[in-house]
């Protein structure tokens, strides 16, 4: 080992061992950044459903694959405010949403044409977010761009978090406006009346807004050591649906930060929350799986 | 609103603790905390106090072992990592040095004074099973000093910032932890004195969180036939640096910070590319009055 090599590791070892010291380290759950960073992150989503109903009866139980890599860059301004941007890529395999913005096949002798829907597809976004720092908190304005073939998202969010005294808890209240716009991609269905397929007659342009919540609570354990647990998602809440997650992220020394995330969500007809779901999906299950790492520079 | 500073005089040094508060009761409250962790943290770890941790342990030296708390410990493990990491060159074990070396008589000790000393150097002898320290020979001893303040300004500090201060820093002796900016987000300003001229400063240093500390070669030191002998020792040599007027390092923790302008200053020339390759900001002045710097 060269002796410049040999230092760069002392120095971050030497980081690590001073922080292990017995509470010489003070947390703070959110605080304006003092560096600029880069993240790297990767995500693994897959989808399934564990029975059929009338109307989805002999479809693909794996339904939808989603891997994505993003880039994050988040740069400090004045002390008290940072801004940062993201840009996101992602595949989507299986049953992309330019099948479910169809609607499920009316009748079983009309199948679905395997290559229009399920083919994989891509997506990119921007997200452009102002974070604004108080002494026991933060506020931050996000708005976010997505496109991909058919489908095209715009959002506005607003996300609050308040921490405790002992800066150890930290309480998140935030909401999102969505403003989406589908021009689905043409699809060719087989009608079996003419034994051919045929372009079939596509909603044109359709708009859906969607308005979401989150509530989160956040825990530190360690010095080093962040413990997050999502709370059920309001939007998801009104289908029946829970999202229990769990996500930990480890600091292994002043530069370098390693994150790690697990979610389950998992749909069913009676949980919904009014008591009245929709008859026609089957119980659904989804697994998140995230990793990131992220360098202070 | 209102800026409150609080002197005090622990570890052998000039102390202060200066806070935002909404009032002086509020301030005094917070800085007699600081002061009792600090006077804690003393009375646990110096050697001069017969019943300190320290005492016991080195009391015992070549005898037997003392068990020891989970702090003390953790103490004991961060000197295994400042003396792996530095190729021996930090060494809790080198105190004993100062029977060689009398900085008020100003004279150059016998060279077989100090090979007899250097014969009881050597953290890597220190016997450490479980919670029990042994030093394995009469006459050892080991000696927290060499971090000891850092430390105690590191947990001073978090103690203030975990009752709820959020504006201040506490210095002790020109290690300073910050313990948050200014109530307008803007940084403490530290004047980084010039180790030739005492009340002169070379640079100033922003610091809206973390830490600072700084060596030189002016802190305590003789001179004798033209030649400086500052109190920053080779544990391998048994004579003092002579490189560096004085090394400023800017970390996360003072204990960071402190360790590595120490190790700089132990590493002589090669001390310019330890600072380089820490990552860490910091300013350092050679014999000639160069200053060499870099930002954080």
């Known amino acids: 080992m060269s002796s410049a090599k040999k230092t760069t590791v002392f120095g971050a070892l ?100 395997g290559e229009s829907g399920a083919s994989g597809e891509l997506r990119h976004s921007v997200d452009l ?37 002992d800066k150890n808890t930290t309480l998140t209240l935030g909401g999102s406006l969505t403003a989406d716009t589908i021009d689905p991609n043409a699809m060719k269905i087989f009608d079996a009346a003419t034994n051919a397929y045929v372009d079939k007659k596509q909603v044109v342009h359709e708009t859906k807004q969607v308005a979401t919540g989150i509530v989160g609570v956040t825990r530190v354990l360690t010095k080093q050591d962040i413990v997050q647990y999502y709370s059920e998602d309001q939007r998801l809440s009104a289908f029946g ?57 | 609103m209102g800026i409150f500073r609080f002197g005090f005089r622990a570890m052998a040094c000039g102390c202060e603790v200066l806070l935002v508060c909404t009032d002086k009761k509020e301030a005094k409250a917070f800085a007699a905390l600081a002061v009792e962790e600090v006077s804690r943290i003393e009375r646990k770890y110096s050697r001069y106090l017969p019943e300190s941790i320290v005492s016991r342990i080195n009391a015992a030296a070549g005898h037997e072992s003392v068990g020891c708390d989970d702090e003390t410990m953790a103490l004991v493990k961060y000197g295994n990592t400042l003396f792996e990491s530095s190729n021996g060159l930090f060494d809790c074990t080198a105190g004993v040095l100062r029977r060689g070396w009398d900085f008020n008589s100003a004279v150059e000790p016998d060279p077989a004074k100090l090979s007899e000393l250097l014969r009881l150097i050597g953290w890597n002898r220190v016997e450490q099973d479980g919670n029990h320290v042994r030093l394995p020979q009469v006459g050892m001893e080991i000696d927290f000093g060499g971090f000891g303040k850092e430390y105690a300004a590191d947990r001073a500090a978090s103690i203030l910032h975990g009752k709820g201060a959020r ?5 002790l002796g020109g290690d300073i932890r910050v313990i948050g900016p200014k109530p307008d987000g803007s940084p403490w300003t530290i004047g980084i004195q010039d180790p030739r001229h005492k009340d002169r400063t070379i640079a100033s240093i922003p610091l809206y969180n973390g830490a600072l500390a700084t060596s030189g070669d002016y802190e305590r030191y003789f001179v004798a036939d033209g030649k400086r002998y500052c109190h920053i020792i080779n544990p391998r040599t048994g004579y ?32 310019l590319a330890f600072l380089q390759n820490s990552r860490l900001g910091y300013l350092a002045v050679d014999q000639l009055g160069q200053i060499f710097h870099k930002n954080t």
Request: charged fraction near 20%.
């Open chain 1, 14 to 113: 030497f980081v690590a061992a001073a922080m292990a010291l017995p509470s010489v380290q003070f947390v703070s759950a959110k605080t304006a950044p003092e560096r600029c960073s880069v993240s790297i992150k990767y995500l693994n989503y897959q989808d399934s459903q564990s029975g059929d109903t009338p109307l989805t009866a002999g479809m693909a139980k794996d339904r939808i694959g989603v891997n994505a890599f993003s880039v994050m860059g988040v740069m400090p301004i004045a002390g008290k405010r940072s801004v940062g941007v993201s840009l996101l890529e992602d595949s989507i395999t299986g049953a992309s949403p330019a099948y479910h913005s169809s609607g499920f096949p009316p009748k079983n002798n009309i199948h679905h044409d």
């Open chain 1, 129 to 165: 977010e102002l974070t604004r720092y108080y002494p026991q908190g933060s506020v931050t304005d996000g708005s976010s761009y997505s496109k991909e073939s058919d489908y095209v998202s715009r959002s506005a969010s607003l996300q609050g978090s308040m921490s405790t005294e």
């Open chain 1, 241 to 297: 649906a829970v999202t229990p997650g769990l996500k930990v992220s480890k600091q292994l020394n002043e530069e370098w930060l390693v994150d790690l995330g697990i979610e389950r969500y998992e749909q069913r007809d009676e949980w919904s929350r009014s008591g009245k779901g929709d008859p026609g999906v089957a119980t659904f299950n989804a697994s998140t799986i995230k990793a990131g790492i992220s360098r202070q520079l």
């Open chain 2, 167 to 171: 504006h201040g820093y506490v210095n």
């Open chain 2, 240 to 271: 003092p640096v002579t490189h560096w007027r004085s090394v400023t390092v800017v970390a996360p923790l003072v204990a960071t910070a402190g360790s590595h302008t120490t190790i700089a200053m132990l590493k002589e020339g090669d001390g």
